[in-house]
């Protein structure tokens, strides 16, 4: 009972990943029929089966031709003979396909390499091995061809579509490696003036600020600091000059006012010490 269901759910998972065939020329049928068989192979069907199979996964065009001449398609053999006799791709077409046949950007190495072996096989099912592993290098990218020739050439032996897949996928895995060797670490750039900032408490604002704005701001710092500079030899200036006055009118010294002079009398000008009148009669102020 349990290998009943496990061959049951084989079949079930296989004619599930068995995709349609429409008879669309980007469509190869003979994979098409390789995958009827395969699961053949797998689940030890008849052909009866493998027949009902095949017509299920018919579509579009194929479907449409199948139906009219279903007569003579009774059997899986019969209905593989004429699938490959109605949709199977002229030689020159083949040959066509097979010479313009390049790897694809984010194709992988098995999926290029399974296809040029069945367009060989299209073109000659008796093609020299040299012959394919010719086109195999022709069409596979371009990081990648050098390499496999230059190894390929290093050979002893005749080079074997076998040899050539293992040379290729050891390439392609050392330079995945050296790839993911040489990729720096991802860190995200500080910008300049966010350590100018963090050091000077200058406000974060100045990261958006553009150019010339930024520009003006540093004008505008060293001006002040040039002010700031000015006014401190102005005040030290004005600091000596506040120590130098005019001689004074009692005593005729330059260190102190005459309103200051030791000896001016309490009573009188300050103007000029006389005691006889005030200094709004002082004739020294007003002549």
Request: charge should be positive; include cysteine.
């Amino acid at each position: 009972m349990e290998a009943n269901s496990f061959v049951n759910l084989i079949q079930s998972t296989a004619l599930k990943e068995l995709p349609k065939f429409t008879g669309d020329p980007q469509q190869k049928v003979t994979q098409f029929i390789d995958g009827v068989e395969r699961i053949g192979i797998f689940t030890e069907l008849n052909e009866s089966l493998l027949h009902s199979i095949a017509t299920i996964k018919l579509g579009g065009a194929a479907f449409n031709w199948y139906d009219n001449n279903k007569e003579t398609l009774r059997s899986w053999r019969e209905l593989k003979q004429h699938l490959l006799e109605r949709f199977k791709p002229s030689l020159s077409t083949a040959k066509t396909q097979l010479k313009e046949r390049k790897q694809q950007a984010g194709e992988t190495l098995i999926a290029y390499y399974d296809d040029v072996i069945d367009l060989c096989k299209q073109v000659d099912n008796n093609m020299p091995l040299h012959m394919i592993v010719d086109y195999l290098q022709d069409g596979l990218r371009h990081e990648l061809k050098i390499h496999v020739k230059r190894q390929l050439k290093a050979l002893n032996d005749e080079p074997t579509p076998a040899i050539f897949l293992k040379i290729a996928r050891d390439e392609e895995e050392l330079q995945h490696e050296i790839s993911s060797e040489q990729q720096p670490s991802i860190t995200p750039p500080q910008p300049y003036f966010a350590r100018f900032t963090a050091a000077t408490g200058t406000s974060l604002h100045t990261l958006d600020t553009p150019h010339h704005s930024l520009q003006s701001r540093s004008t505008h710092i060293v001006d002040r600091n040039v002010l700031s500079k000015k006014s401190r030899v102005n005040r030290s200036h004005q600091s000596v000059q506040r120590n130098q006055y005019y001689p004074c009118l009692i005593c005729h010294r330059s260190n102190h006012r005459t309103i200051d002079c030791y000896s001016r009398k309490p009573n009188g000008c300050y103007k000029c010490g006389d005691d006889n009148h005030h200094v709004r009669n002082c004739p020294q102020v007003f002549p």
